[in-house]
């Protein structure tokens, strides 16, 4: 079993309130729920009008595939209307053997 997850910054420049940037993010938030079947979540920035951080995580047979799923993600955030990706950082779940 592989697992990672990956926080996505991004900037919405056009936003003005609240209310349009949860119109600017909700279709990143359900596209890469509906779209990739991954786990995601806004988990940053909840107060901040032009901020959001954006949470994925993947859990798959390979490492591989792991990795390919990231990189969809990833450039289906990037490639997101009235958004600009800051940044994104991928943490890896190490895993213990059993019986050690």
């Known amino acids: 079993m592989y697992a990672?997850?990956?926080?996505?910054?991004?900037?919405?420049?056009a936003s003005?309130?609240?209310k349009a940037k949860r119109a600017a993010v909700r279709p990143i938030v359900d596209g890469l729920r509906h779209r990739f079947r991954i786990s995601v979540a806004e988990v940053g920035y909840l107060d901040q009008w032009?901020?959001?951080?954006?949470?994925?995580?993947v859990v798959a047979e390979s490492e591989h595939r792991v990795q390919e799923l990231l990189d969809a993600a990833?450039?289906?955030v990037?490639?997101?209307?009235d958004?600009?990706?800051?940044?994104s950082e991928?943490?890896?779940?190490?895993?213990?053997?059993?019986?050690?």
């Open 4 to 13: 990672a997850a990956t926080t996505f910054d991004l900037h919405v420049p």
């Open 16 to 18: 003005r309130s609240l």
């Open 50 to 57: 032009q901020r959001s951080l954006v949470a994925v995580a």
């Open 74 to 76: 990833e450039r289906f």
């Open 78 to 81: 990037a490639g997101a209307p």
């Open 83 to 87: 958004v600009e990706l800051l940044r």
């Open 90 to 100: 991928t943490a890896w779940l190490e895993l213990e053997p059993e019986g050690v």
